[in-house]
């Protein structure tokens, strides 16, 4: 659900409770009871509508706070990174790394020497 769309849905449901109650005094005026007005058809869509916009509110708040979770997530993982690296400076700084000396070149195997074949006569 568009997280944008909250003003939209929340104006969506104040025009349904605004109608519920114009409807409800329209039936009362008409003289039915409260039970012929809670079966009678128009006066149940607009209840619906009522409750879908409660079901599309609920999901952007869920979504909001999903997205607010994440952030936080995100903001505490950078700050971690962000101090791992301090961290691994001050160790450093603490032991002084040992210099190696240069070490030759590795020497090759020596092939014994080859002996020439004696002449055949």
């Given at each position: 659900?568009?997280?944008?769309a909250r003003?939209?849905?929340?104006n969506?449901k104040k025009?349904?409770?605004?109608?519920?109650?114009?409807?409800?005094?329209?039936?009362?005026?008409k003289?039915?009871?409260s039970?012929?007005?809670?079966r009678e058809a128009?006066?149940?869509?607009?209840k619906?509508?009522?409750?879908?916009?409660?079901?599309?509110?609920?999901?952007i708040?869920a979504?909001?706070?999903?997205?607010k979770e994440r952030a936080?997530?995100?903001?505490?993982k950078?700050a971690?990174e962000?101090?791992a690296p301090?961290?691994?400076r001050a160790?450093v700084?603490?032991?002084?790394?040992?210099?190696d000396?240069?070490?030759?070149?590795?020497e090759k195997?020596?092939?014994?020497?080859?002996t020439e074949?004696l002449?055949?006569?």
């Open positions: 659900m568009n997280l944008r003003l939209y849905v929340e969506q025009e349904a409770l605004a109608k519920l109650a114009a409807r409800m005094v329209f039936l009362r005026e003289g039915l009871d039970e012929a007005i809670l128009t006066f149940r869509q607009i619906a509508l009522i409750r879908k916009a409660d079901s599309r509110l609920a999901r708040a979504q909001e706070k999903l997205n936080q997530a995100k903001a505490e950078l971690a962000k101090a301090e961290k691994a160790e700084v603490k032991e002084e790394p040992e210099k000396e240069k070490k030759g070149k590795k195997k020596q092939k014994p020497a080859k074949p002449p055949s006569h």
